[in-house]
Structure formats: structure tokens, C-alpha cells
């Protein structure tokens, strides 16, 4: 099931490099911070995030570390992630939807250490400025479908341009 669903998203995320809608060059186009909570393991997360601008009309990239501190563990997260924006104005909330890919490398309080490669489906709403970009308000959620937590809940801003 797990297996499919990647697929899926895979195939949704490059099908989605012909829609239509204002593309932003590649390059760094803010930075903010980013707090929430996580499901198995139990945790407050923080982080921070860098809007890389857009591999194809309405594809974001923006990827992110996020270290996550309960349970008795410490999770540091890093991951690279791909999101189709619905809609192109900036101005306006648009839904998106993504996936991302990174090491989760996890440390328990009283010694032992593991890591793994997290993947991550994620869903999402977010607003920016309007006219200028100069900047985004979100709110995503994300699925762990193999070596992640089981679910993030996220709110971040971006300041830039």
C-alpha cells in the first residue's frame, strides 16, 4: 500500500511540470521558522525552511530541518520536499499537496541511536503576500509512509521575496 501510494505521488508530482501558472526561477527565495507537534514519536517539533522557488509551473520546492525534542528521543529530521500548488496567486490560500524524502536520525535519552530514511506524503494550506511575495503563512500536515513519525502537524512562515 505504502509502495503504491509513492508511486502515485511520484507520478502526480512530474505529471504536474506542464500545468499551467506563474513560475518562480529556481534560486533562494526566503527563509523562515516552522513549530509543531509529531505522532509516534510524541513530540513538539521546531525548525527552520528555505523557499527554493519552483522546479515547474506551481511545483514549490522548500526543504527543511526540523528536530524534535519528548518521548525520551531526540529526532533530527532533515528532509527535501516537492509540493503542487493549486492555485498560482500568491495572494490568495492555496491548498497544496507534496511529498518529501530525507534521514531521520533518531537519539534516545539514555544511549542508543538509529537512523533511517523518512518519506513523507503531505497535504497543506498556505498564504503569501499578495502582488510582491514577499513572504507565506502556512499550515501542513504530514503522513510518515516508512521511517518517519506516523504524522506532523506543522505551522511555519517564510520571510523573503
Same mark, same amino acid.
Given at each position: ?33 516552522? /513549530? ?11 525548525? /527552520? ?32 520536499? /516537492? ?71 506543522? /505551522? ?6
Amino acid at each position: 500500500m505504502k509502495k503504491t501510494l509513492i508511486i502515485v505521488l511520484m507520478i502526480g508530482l512530474f505529471g504536474s511540470l506542464t500545468a499551467y501558472g506563474n513560475r518562480r526561477p529556481v534560486g533562494i527565495h526566503g527563509i523562515g521558522p516552522r /513549530v509543531g507537534f509529531t505522532v509516534n514519536p510524541d513530540q513538539i517539533h521546531v525548525g /527552520v525552511h528555505f523557499d527554493l522557488g519552483d522546479l515547474g509551473d506551481n511545483l514549490m520546492m522548500q526543504p527543511n530541518l526540523e528536530i524534535g525534542f519528548g518521548d525520551n528521543l531526540t529526532v533530527v529530521a532533515p528532509s527535501f520536499e /516537492v509540493d503542487y500548488r493549486f492555485r498560482s496567486d500568491w495572494g490568495a490560500w492555496t491548498p497544496y499537496l507534496g511529498g518529501g524524502a530525507g534521514p531521520v536520525f533518531y537519539s534516545a535519552k539514555h544511549g542508543g541511536s538509529a537512523s533511517e530514511l523518512g518519506i513523507y506524503l503531505q497535504f497543506g494550506i498556505g498564504k503569501g503576500s499578495y502582488g510582491n511575495k514577499s513572504g507565506h503563512f502556512f499550515v501542513e500536515g504530514k503522513l510518515g509512509l516508512a521511517d518517519a513519525p506516523d504524522f506532523k502537524a506543522t /505551522v511555519g512562515w517564510t520571510f523573503g521575496q
